[in-house]
């Protein structure tokens, strides 16, 4: 069962950072999280994951509270191909390291 | 790197018959596989997770002896959905990993997904 929380839908303009927030208030120490995005009748795209400390690369920074109950993914400068449903996602610990995917934001960027 | 394949990509089938999905990881090997299902509009929703070699683990709801799945070797992995009826008609998608000892192995790798209809 998907262990996050995600608003449906959010808009950003042509340019400007992305600011997608990320609920999983039940994460157990080990556990990561990731962040893939889907855009329209395509496979997901991973983006970025991390643990405790905040991530970057080349495409976005991944910012994890202290308490890692909640995460923000940030796009620093969004495109119009960043239009996509993004997925916050925590992976399970254990063998099978599988992923429960939650409803997701879907992020629209305005030109 | 890191490349993963789906056959085919979209399949169009009459109500009854069977329809085979593979999936291959093209540039590493992956122990296992993960199967999952997306109807328009929705998140996708883990069906299943195979480990080379052995028998699949299937998620709470789905039916095993409906969608069989098959990962004989590291490469490939398949899906078949048996007696398909147009309520099956959806957005099938896998994804791979690698040993959890390599360097990627956190992660999963997704195919491009395969649509299906039903009629």
């Known amino acids: 069962d998907a262990k996050t929380t995600q608003p449906p839908s959010m808009d950003c303009a042509e340019g400007r950072a992305a600011n997608l927030p990320c609920n999983h208030s039940t994460i157990s120490g080990n556990e990561y999280v990731y962040w893939y995005r889907q855009i329209h009748s395509q496979g997901p795209q991973y983006i970025i994951h991390?643990?405790?400390n905040n991530e970057t690369n080349e495409m976005a920074s991944l910012i994890i509270t202290e308490d890692r109950k909640s995460s923000t993914l940030i796009l620093p400068h969004a495109t119009l191909r960043d239009t996509a449903v993004y997925y916050c996602i925590v992976r399970v610990s254990n063998t099978g390291n599988q992923f429960y995917f939650g409803t997701g934001t879907s992020l629209t960027v305005i030109p | 790197g890191a490349v993963v394949s789906q056959h085919p990509s979209w399949v169009i089938c009459k109500s009854g018959t069977s329809v085979k999905i593979e999936c291959r990881s093209l540039?590493?090997?992956?122990?296992?596989m993960f199967w999952y299902r997306q109807f328009p509009k929705q998140s996708l929703m883990l069906m299943a997770t195979s480990n080379e070699g052995s028998k699949a683990t299937y998620e709470q709801g789905v039916e095993k002896d409906k969608f069989l799945i098959n990962h004989a070797s590291l490469t490939l992995s398949t899906l078949t959905v048996t007696s398909a009826h147009p309520e099956d008609s959806s957005f099938y998608i896998c994804?791979?990993?690698?040993?959890?000892?390599?360097?990627?192995?956190?992660?999963?790798?997704f195919g491009p997904g395969t649509r299906l209809t039903v009629l």
């Open positions: 991390g643990l405790k």
């Open positions: 540039d590493f090997q992956a122990t296992t």
């Open positions: 994804s791979a990993r690698e040993p959890l000892s390599g360097s990627r192995g956190n992660e999963q790798f």
